[in-house]
C-alpha cells in the first residue's frame, strides 16, 4: 500500500545535470532494495541503479562513474544524482521499492519522472 513519488526530471543539456528524488509514504528501511528504473520509448524497463538497506549500491555499466544513487532513512527519500548527462540517458525514470513476503517478491512502483538529454 505505499506510495512512491517521482520529482526532478527535466529537458537538459548534454553534459548537464539532474537530481532525481523518489519519496516514500513507508519507511524505506521496510524496503530491501531501492531501485531507479529507465524505460525509453520502444523499450523494455532496465534497472540503473540500485540501492540496499545496508547502503550498498549497484550500477548499470553505462552509467558508472557518472550517476551516484543514495538514500536518506530519515527522510524516507532515495536520490539519483546524475552527471555528465548524455542523449543515451533519456528516458521516463521510475523508482521502484523492492521487498518479500513469505519468499514472494513485491514491488511498489512510482508513476516516473521524464529525463530529456538534448541540445
Known amino acids: 500500500q505505499g506510495h512512491l513519488v517521482e520529482s526532478g526530471g527535466a529537458l537538459v543539456q548534454p553534459g548537464g545535470s539532474l537530481r532525481l528524488s523518489c519519496a516514500s509514504s513507508?519507511?524505506?528501511?521496510?524496503?530491501?532494495?531501492m531501485n531507479w528504473y529507465r524505460q525509453a520509448p520502444g523499450e523494455q524497463r532496465i534497472l540503473v541503479a540500485s540501492?540496499?538497506?545496508?547502503?550498498?549500491?549497484y550500477y548499470v555499466d553505462f552509467v558508472k562513474g557518472r550517476f551516484t544513487i543514495s538514500r536518506d532513512n530519515a527522510k524516507n527519500t532515495v536520490y539519483l544524482h546524475m552527471t555528465t548527462l548524455k542523449p543515451e540517458d533519456t528516458g521516463v525514470y521510475f523508482c521502484?521499492?523492492?521487498?518479500?513476503?513469505?519468499?514472494?517478491?513485491?514491488?511498489?512502483w512510482g508513476q516516473g519522472t521524464q529525463v530529456t538529454v538534448s541540445s
Open positions: 540501492i540496499t538497506r545496508a547502503g550498498s549500491p
Open positions: 521502484n521499492a523492492q521487498f518479500w513476503r513469505a519468499s514472494i517478491e513485491y514491488n511498489n
Open positions: 513507508e519507511s524505506i528501511d521496510d524496503y530491501n532494495n
